[in-house]
């Protein structure tokens, strides 16, 4: 695909105008000049800290059935509350953070032009990530220097500071990993999980920063071996 230039800058998506409105697209004959690459939206999901990327291309139009793919007519705004699918037919919500022309997609999901207030308003929870469902209850955890039990987030955590959905990882009791105070902790300390199953006020989070085991690299050796 050729790639439209004004001396040697590209303009992003919803740069170039007619009228007051922005131009989706650009031909030279049969071959489409602009965009080269569409970008792609930070989504998040909603009710969750889980962030994604996705195609800024084309979203699914419901109001068909069965729901089509169709072009995105302008940028959607930032902190816009819509649907998300990579089928058109299961969806769930998320806010747009931000839309850069320069970054591809990493997924196949698509957006849904329903367009709501909140995501309160919007209603859908987000996917159940595979394998297996989400948790309902917060785990506890002890710490393991100092015995300290805590609750634990049952579907957010984090590695380093990016965003993780633990029900994408089988923790199971006696699991030994590091826990922190929240996103931007850089002293995750050992903990072990003691219960999957009671719940609990959230005082600490996931990192999957180092993979679960018998000992806690990084935190003063701490092993939790009984």
Do not use: H
Not at 175 to 201: E, H, M, W, Y
Request: with cysteine; glycine share 8%; proline share 8%.
């Amino acid at each position: 695909m050729a790639d439209l230039k004004f001396g040697s800058e590209t303009p992003a998506l919803g740069k170039i105008k007619v009228g007051g409105d922005d131009v989706s697209k650009i031909y030279k004959g049969s071959d489409q000049v602009w965009p080269s690459d569409p970008g792609s939206y930070l989504i998040q999901i909603c009710g969750s800290v889980q962030q994604t990327r996705v195609t800024a291309k084309k979203y699914w139009d419901n109001s068909v059935v069965p729901a089509v793919l169709i072009d995105i007519p302008s940028i959607i705004p930032d902190n816009t509350v819509l649907k998300c699918s990579d089928d058109g037919k299961s969806s769930f919500c998320v806010q747009i953070i931000s839309y850069d022309a320069s970054i591809a997609a990493i997924n196949n999901y698509y957006l849904v032009n329903d367009i709501y207030s909140s995501c309160t308003r919007c209603g859908s929870p987000g996917p159940s990530p595979s394998p297996g469902p989400q948790p309902s209850n917060a785990f506890q955890v002890q710490m393991c220097a100092t015995g300290e039990e805590f609750f634990v987030d049952p579907i957010n955590g984090y590695k380093g500071t990016t965003p993780e959905l633990v029900s994408n990882y089988q923790l199971q009791i006696d699991d030994v990993l590091l826990v922190k105070i929240n996103q931007f902790d850089l002293n995750p300390k050992c903990a072990r999980i003691i219960s999957t199953s009671n719940s609990g006020t959230i005082q600490r989070y996931f990192d999957f920063s180092i993979p679960a085991g018998p000992g806690c690299p990084g935190d003063q050796g701490a092993t939790c071996i009984d």
